[in-house]
């Protein structure tokens, strides 16, 4: 070939044609500019290096030294930041030790660094894509077959592929020999694809229906092929998920926008108070050292500087909480974010359903069956109208068992009660329906042994095998042959060749009537969303079988069978409906079977629309977003189309959560707000995309997962009432000192962060696992926009540390004019002593009661333990500041006498006698 035609070529793939499945082999020969004895070797390297290696390429992301130096960008990180840098000089200036500076720092450092280790989990989706491609492939190059590395693939390369190969790029058939290729990874349904060479398919087929292709990081279970590849690298379908996973930005969790906004707010607040604090001081002639030190407590009193560690630590106990119910989260904010979902975006196959093939409905002439029972398990019943029947008291049903039990590939395998299939989930179902009828599967196969088969194939839509008839079972009708044919497969292919029929106990004739009524069945089995299977049966006086054998056959009946929803899944779907969360199903599954199973589940009700894959990719995004308002079912979708599902869905501040099992699910995961991973059927591609993986699968672990979330939610809001609201109690005591002329800051930042880390934070720590409230489900989730002072918090904050600073002030006047009265023994500047252990123990009950709206006196002790030792802990921690001589010199405390304890303690129980009145008020209002 010339290099001026490769190019050519080569310009028309790399301008891809987007319907290569719609090209006969020879188009697409001509398309590529390829033949079947494969490319030269200076072709194949001259398209190597205009087209590039087959492999996917990675954008760069943010380095961990940009991750860790982002973290300094909070604005209260940059307020404590030049608090330091101030207070240090300050002390060195007055030849002091700066500890209040160092303390400082420790604080702002160990902030930063909680904040790294949080985001800075490397990006493993990508990696995981590219562990997906085999390492070496069979290539047809220069007349002759060998093996080469999968980056050197280019396309027009011959690939040559057999059982357990994995598919090294898109390729386009051109020989196959019963090829089957498992493509879960990619579409998501776990049905092996038969794939054949000679179709020529219609330009809008989505890609779970394009059987003449072969798809990068699919796996070939059975037969052999050749195939010509047309797409490499990031051209591929896995490339364009790569593209559009790497496409999908990361944005900040609805609890992380919250804390950004809060800390404007404080900061802020703080500094307009500062202002005031000092316009007024210099009005009043004091010294601009002295306003300096009162503005610096001040900064350090507003900056929760304990938040984020308790917020952490509330996250990961959430985070214990879920594993308990079967969720692994595998980051933190993900905890709280949960409980803000208003939407559940779900797959089908083994998430909302079993992913077990299940027989629930059987036809035959004179009966028609419906069958309980789960699984894999052979238990159940057989009804008709509603009524339990006993099997073996009906032959044409025991005959149409023993049909499918024979005819047959799989085995039912018992791991003590476990029960599961080795082979085709359909075929294990028709083994377990025979098992539930009495029928041992095994036995019979050992007293009908199969002599001949001829396997099922997509054109033939069919099996069949003769088995040798021992006489030692009822359940044939021999007619005098050694042998005796079955054949299942398509219901209507086997009508067709069958002139007989068993009905009324005994053989007739096949009218045209009849073979209506069975179809008939058979399509309301079919519009049911059920699989359908048609049986028949033929003495043979001969043990072989060919396609000539397959006629003048013994019509026996239908089994209708489907995989059966999760029985758990519907009380799951009507708690989110209670909840105020919408459930949606996206499947790459047939539109009817989806449909079916929704409205079974109560997702969707008779008449809703079901959007398809083809229907959506025609949609513009206004057109979309009109119909995601009212659509609950979406079928036979391709990764993009779940990917604008949830966009448009977050366009309309939608709060959505994604599950996904396969390759094709990554990017919509990891743009949902919450990715849910498969963690028995998922791929790990799926996995490293997510935020949470479900332990077994199932839809109704999500909910509780919510349910955990809100509750994770509702107390981080506790504590911050409780944070906050004695912070800008301290604040508003600080800021009093130089307006009332006692001529010193009472608080000095050292001890104000002792109380913002110890003494808010261990009761805060408590707080985080209170239980939650029973009804927390029955409640519209909250707007995950709405600010963190929404619903009174912010109020709340405001009137208690109003309440908490006014209390506390009239103790400090009282305390400064008694302590001047010199007493033997006793320090005057001990009334600085005495605010400080007021607010810190005025703050143990502000814990005790925040934790409820009800009083106290409702609320349970034993429901939270941990408060009350946490209360405990900390009250005696501050009595040792004040009473521990070294701690007395590095906090800068003083000795108490028991008078001046004892008013402390009276002061400091005012605030939770004010916060319980106002309980009861309200109690009494509404």
Not at 45 to 71: C, F
Not at 499 to 515: I, K, V
Not at 557 to 579: K, N, S, T
Request: a negative charge; glycine letters at 8%; one cysteine or more.
């Amino acid at each position: 070939m010339k290099g001026a035609i490769v190019s050519a070529s080569l310009t028309d793939v790399r301008q891809p044609i987007a319907h290569w499945h719609s090209l006969t082999v020879e188009e697409c020969h001509q398309q590529l500019d390829a033949h079947r004895n494969g490319l030269t070797a200076e072709v194949a390297a001259d398209r190597l290096a205009l087209y590039g290696p087959n492999e996917l390429v990675e954008q760069a992301g943010r380095s961990p030294l940009q991750i860790l130096w982002d973290q300094f960008a909070n604005i209260m990180l940059l307020m404590l930041l030049a608090v330091a840098v101030v207070s240090g000089a300050l002390d060195l200036r007055d030849g002091q030790f700066p500890k209040d500076a160092i303390a400082i720092l420790v604080i702002v450092v160990l902030n930063a660094v909680l904040g790294y280790l949080q985001e800075s989990r490397a990006e493993k989706a990508l990696a995981a894509l590219k562990g997906m491609a085999a390492p070496l492939v069979r290539v047809r190059r220069d007349n002759r077959d060998q093996e080469i590395p999968v980056a050197g693939l280019v396309p027009g390369d011959l690939i040559l592929l057999e059982a357990g190969d994995q598919v090294p790029a898109d390729a386009r058939l051109v020989e196959s020999a019963n090829l089957q290729v498992k493509e879960s990874a990619l579409t998501g349904e776990a049905e092996a694809v038969q794939k054949l060479a000679d179709q020529q398919l219609p330009t809008d087929v989505v890609i779970g229906d394009r059987t003449n292709c072969l798809f990068q990081g699919t796996e070939v279970l059975q037969g052999r092929g050749q195939a010509l590849v047309y797409a490499t690298g990031m051209n591929t379908e896995l490339g364009r998920i790569a593209t559009l996973l790497q496409s999908v930005e990361s944005e900040k969790t609805p609890l992380q926008q919250r804390l950004d906004k809060l800390g404007n707010v404080l900061v802020s607040g703080a500094l307009i108070l500062v202002a005031i604090v000092v316009g007024l001081g210099v009005l009043n002639g004091q010294s601009w050292e002295d306003l300096l030190s009162v503005g610096l407590s001040m900064a350090v009193a507003i900056v929760p500087e304990g938040l984020p560690a308790v917020i952490t630590v509330a996250l990961a106990i959430g985070t214990q909480r879920m594993v308990q119910r079967e969720s692994l989260i595998r980051r933190l904010p993900a905890v709280e974010t949960l409980g803000s979902v208003t939407t559940i975006c779900s797959d089908k196959t083994g998430t909302l359903t079993q992913n077990k093939m299940v027989v629930q409905q059987i036809h035959t002439l004179d009966h028609d069956f419906t069958v309980t029972g789960e699984g894999y398990v052979p238990a159940g019943h057989f009804l008709i109208g509603g009524e339990i029947i006993v099997p073996n008291d009906y032959r044409d049903l025991m005959l149409l068992l023993a049909a499918g039990a024979v005819c047959n590939d799989a085995a039912l395998v018992a791991s003590g009660e476990h029960w599961s299939i080795v082979g085709d989930p359909t075929e294990g179902s028709l083994l377990t329906v025979a098992a539930k009828a009495g029928i041992d599967p095994e036995g019979l196969q050992r007293v009908l042994p199969r002599q001949d088969e001829i396997p099922f194939t997509s054109e033939r839509k069919r099996m069949s095998v003769v088995v040798a008839d021992l006489g030692e079972t009822t359940l044939t009708i021999r007619e005098g042959q050694p042998y005796v044919l079955f054949v299942k497969g398509s219901a209507e292919l086997i009508l067709e060749r069958c002139q007989h029929c068993f009905g009324n106990a005994q053989l007739e004739s096949l009218t045209a009537a009849t073979r209506q009524q069975i179809l008939a069945a058979g399509e309301a089995m079919a519009s049911a969303g059920m699989r359908v299977l048609g049986f028949a049966y033929r003495p043979s006086a001969i043990a072989d079988v060919d396609e000539d054998a397959e006629t003048d056959l013994t019509w026996l009946g239908l089994m209708g069978q489907i995989d059966a929803p999760r029985p758990e899944v519907r009380e799951a779907v009507q708690r989110c409906r209670q909840a105020g969360i919408r459930t949606l199903m996206i499947t790459g599954d047939h539109p009817l079977t989806a449909q079916a199973i929704a409205r079974d589940l109560g997702i969707t009700e008779v008449g809703h629309p079901v959007l398809t894959g083809q229907q959506l990719s025609a949609m513009n995004g206004a057109e979309l977003d009109a119909a995601v308002r009212s659509v609950e079912v979406y079928a036979r979708v391709a990764p993009e189309h779940k990917l604008r599902i949830v966009e448009s869905l977050q366009r309309q501040g939608e709060f959505v959560a994604m599950t996904g099992d396969g390759v094709n699910d990554a990017p919509a995961l990891k743009q949902a707000n919450i990715g849910v991973a498969m963690g028995i059927t998922g791929t790990d591609v799926s996995k490293e995309a997510s935020d949470m993986v479900l332990l077994d699968d199932n839809f109704a672990t999500i909910v509780a997962a919510v349910e955990e979330g809100r509750i994770v939610y509702g107390n981080i809001r506790k504590f911050i009432k409780y944070i906050l609201g004695s912070n800008i109690g301290e604040l508003l005591t600080i800021a009093s000192a130089p307006l009332l002329g006692l001529g010193a800051v009472p608080l000095t930042p050292l001890q104000i962060l002792w109380m913002n880390l110890v003494t808010d934070g261990i009761p805060a720590l408590a707080l985080a696992v209170e239980p939650g409230d029973p009804t927390i489900m029955q409640r519209r989730p909250h707007n995950p926009q709405e600010s963190i002072f929404a619903r009174g918090l912010g109020t709340y904050m405001l009137r208690v540390g109003v309440v908490f600073s006014a209390f506390t002030i009239v103790l400090m006047v009282i305390a400064y004019q008694y302590t001047q009265v010199p007493l033997p023994g006793l320090d005057p500047k001990r009334w600085q002593t005495m605010v400080f252990t007021t607010l810190c123990l005025a703050q143990m009950g502000h814990a005790i009661a925040v934790r409820s709206d009800l009083l106290t006196i409702q609320t349970p002790m034993r429901t939270n333990p941990w408060l009350w030792l946490s209360v405990i802990v900390t009250a005696l921690l501050q009595l040792a500041l004040v009473y521990v001589s070294p701690l007395q010199k590095f906090f800068g405390t003083h000795s108490l006498s028991q008078l001046d304890l004892a008013i402390c303690l009276g002061f400091s129980l005012l605030l939770f006698v004010y916060l319980e009145a106002e309980k009861w008020v309200r109690q009494r209002r509404y």
